[in-house]
C-alpha cells in the first residue's frame, strides 16, 4: 500500500505507540538472549582480587537444577570457575563458599583435584551445611571457616537402597533375571541382596571410604588413626569441629576475608564467580549422571537417590 | 506549526531538497531516541558479554558468540524497524519531524524500508554512508530516493 504524504500529520501517540511497541521486542529479545547465553561468563575484566566460588546443593558431576529440581553443585561448572580463577591474574586468592550436604564420590574428588592445582589461597566458607562430600572438597583448601552451628562432618559413606523384592513377591511381580556377567545386576532394588554381592558392595563402600580418611587426613594434618575416630558418618557442628582439629576458624566471610588478606597482603576486594542458569537449564533441568553415586549422608534429609553417595 | 503551514496571503511555500546537515541531525536525534528508548534493554546484556578491554572486546566481536550476534541482529533489525514504520505511517521519523524535513513522494512500505537499509552496517549498505553525502550534496537525492522515486524535503516560504 502506497500512500502519498501530502496530508498525512504527524501523530505522536501513535509515534510513542511504535516506540512502546520496539521497547517491548528488544525487551523480549534481551531477556531471551541473557538467559540462553549464561555460559561463557567472562570475568577477566572485574575488578575483585579474591573470587567467591559457590557450591551449593548436591554435588554431582554435571548438576542439576531446572525449576523443578533442587539446586545441585556441577562439578563440571565448578571446575571451569576455578580454572577462570586461576588463570586470570588480578585473581590472588578463592573463597568457595559451601552450602552442600554432599554427593557423589567422584564429583567431590574432581572439584577437590582443581582446588588443589589451583596455586593460590583459598577458603572453604561453610554456611549452614558442609558435610560430607562437602567437606571433602572444604578439607582442600588451606583454611576452613565455619558458623560454630554450621553442619559439618559426616565423614563417611552411604550405599542404602530401597530393596522391593518382598513387594513384588506380594504382588505377584516376577524379577526376570537375564544378565551375561553373574554380578551384573548386584545391587538391583528388585531382588534380594545375597550375602556375597553385600560384601561385594561393602568393600567397595569401604574402598571410598578409606580415601575420604586419608584425604581429610593429609589436608588436614592428622592422623588416620585420629581422623576415623571422628568418621562415624555422623554430624559435627562447627564449633565440635573446631575442637576436633577438622574446622580451622570459627566466623563467616569477613573471617575469610581477613585471613586472606594477611595471606596476600592486599586488601580483598570480591568478585562473585557463578554459573548462571541458562534458559534450557531452568526449563528442563540437566540430569546428572550419578553412575556409582555415593550417598549423601545424614546431613540431607531424606532422597529419592539410591546407589553410593559421601 | 511553522509559518509555511500557515498559507499566508502574499506567501509561497516550497518545497526544497533538505540540507545535508538537516538530514545529519534528524539522524543524530533519532539514533538518541533509538538509544534511550529502544536499544536500552540490551545494555545490561551486553555488559554481560563484553568487558571494559577493548582490546578483548575486539577480539570478541571477530569471533561473536551467538547471544552476542543475536543482539546485534536484534539491534539492526529494531533500528530498520524504527526508520521503516515512522517513513511508512508519516513520511518522516521523530528526528526529520524536529528539524522539519519529511519524505515526499509515494512511500510504501517497500519504498520506506529502502529508504531505511543505511542503517545496516554491513556490505553493502555501509557503502551508502560514503556514497549518499556525496549524492546529496551533488543533486539533493541519495541513492535510496533514486530508487524508491522519493526525497527529502524541507519547505521554505518564500
Not at chain 1, 236 to 252: F, I, R, S, T
Not at chain 2, 30 to 43: E, R
Not at chain 2, 77 to 100: H, S
Not at chain 2, 108 to 136: E, M
Request: hydrophobic share 45%; with cysteine; net charge negative.
Amino acid at each position: 500500500m502506497a500512500k502519498k504524504n501530502e496530508g498525512r500529520s504527524f501523530s505522536w501517540g501513535i509515534a510513542i505507540v511504535i516506540i512502546v511497541a520496539l521497547f517491548l521486542v528488544s525487551s523480549c529479545v534481551a531477556a531471551l538472549v541473557s538467559l540462553m547465553s549464561a555460559d561463557g561468563q567472562d570475568y577477566s575484566s572485574s575488578s575483585g582480587n579474591v573470587a567467591i566460588i559457590p557450591i551449593k546443593g548436591t554435588i554431582t558431576t554435571q548438576g542439576q537444577g531446572g525449576l523443578w529440581q533442587d539446586e545441585s553443585a556441577s562439578s563440571e561448572d565448578i571446575v571451569a570457575l576455578i580454572a577462570q580463577a586461576k588463570e586470570n591474574p588480578r585473581i590472588k586468592a578463592v573463597i568457595f563458599e559451601i552450602n552442600s550436604p554432599g554427593g557423589s564420590a567422584v564429583a567431590s574428588d574432581e572439584i577437590s583435584h582443581a582446588i588443589e592445582g589451583l596455586g593460590k589461597p583459598s577458603v572453604a566458607w561453610i554456611r549452614e551445611v558442609g558435610a560430607s562430600g562437602g567437606y571433602w572438597v572444604a578439607a582442600s583448601t588451606d583454611h576452613i571457616v565455619a558458623n560454630r552451628m554450621s553442619i559439618t562432618g559426616s565423614i563417611g559413606v552411604i550405599g542404602s537402597y530401597l530393596e522391593y523384592a518382598d513387594l513384588l513377591d506380594r504382588f505377584n511381580v516376577t524379577y526376570r533375571r537375564l544378565v551375561a556377567g553373574d554380578r551384573k545386576d548386584t545391587g538391583t532394588p528388585y531382588r534380594r541382596l545375597e550375602p556375597d554381592e553385600e560384601l561385594l558392595i561393602q568393600q567397595k563402600i569401604d574402598v571410598i571410604y578409606s580415601y575420604f580418611v586419608e584425604h581429610v587426613a593429609q589436608r588436614r594434618n592428622l592422623s588416620e588413626a585420629e581422623v576415623t575416630r571422628l568418621a562415624d558418618g555422623f554430624i559435627l557442628l562447627g564449633v565440635e569441629a573446631y575442637d576436633a582439629g577438622l574446622v580451622d576458624e570459627l566466623g563467616g566471610l569477613d573471617e575469610a576475608k581477613a585471613y586472606l588478606k594477611e595471606r596476600i597482603g592486599e586488601d580483598v576486594t570480591t568478585v562473585s564467580y557463578e554459573r548462571k542458569s541458562s534458559l534450557i537449564d531452568l526449563l528442563g533441568g540437566i540430569v546428572s549422571d550419578h553412575g556409582f553415586a555415593t550417598g549423601e549422608g545424614l546431613a540431607s534429609g531424606l532422597r529419592r537417590d539410591t546407589g553410593i553417595r559421601i | 506549526m511553522d509559518i509555511a503551514d500557515l498559507d499566508l496571503p502574499g506567501q509561497r511555500t516550497v518545497s526544497m531538497v533538505a540540507s545535508v546537515g538537516k538530514r545529519f541531525v534528524s539522524l543524530l536525534i533519532d539514533l538518541a531516541v533509538l538509544n534511550l528508548a529502544v536499544f536500552a534493554p540490551f545494555a545490561t546484556t551486553l555488559e554481560g558479554m563484553l568487558t571494559q578491554s577493548v582490546t578483548v572486546n575486539m577480539a570478541i566481536m571477530e569471533n561473536p558468540p551467538l547471544g552476542l550476534q543475536v543482539i546485534i541482529a536484534s539491534l539492526i533489525l529494531v533500528a530498520l524497524a524504527y526508520f521503516t514504520l515512522f517513513q511508512f505511517f508519516f513520511a518522516q521519523t521523530i528526528g526529520m519531524r524536529l528539524v522539519r524535513i519529511r519524505v515526499e513522494g509515494k512511500v510504501s512500505l517497500w519504498s520506506a524500508f529502502v529508504r531505511s537499509v543505511f542503517i545496516v552496517p554491513l556490505f553493502p549498505f555501509y557503502l551508502l554512508w560514503v556514497i549518499d553525502p556525496i549524492l546529496i550534496i551533488k543533486d539533493g537525492r541519495s541513492l535510496p530516493e533514486r530508487i524508491t522515486g522519493t526525497r527529502t524535503v524541507e519547505k521554505t516560504v518564500i
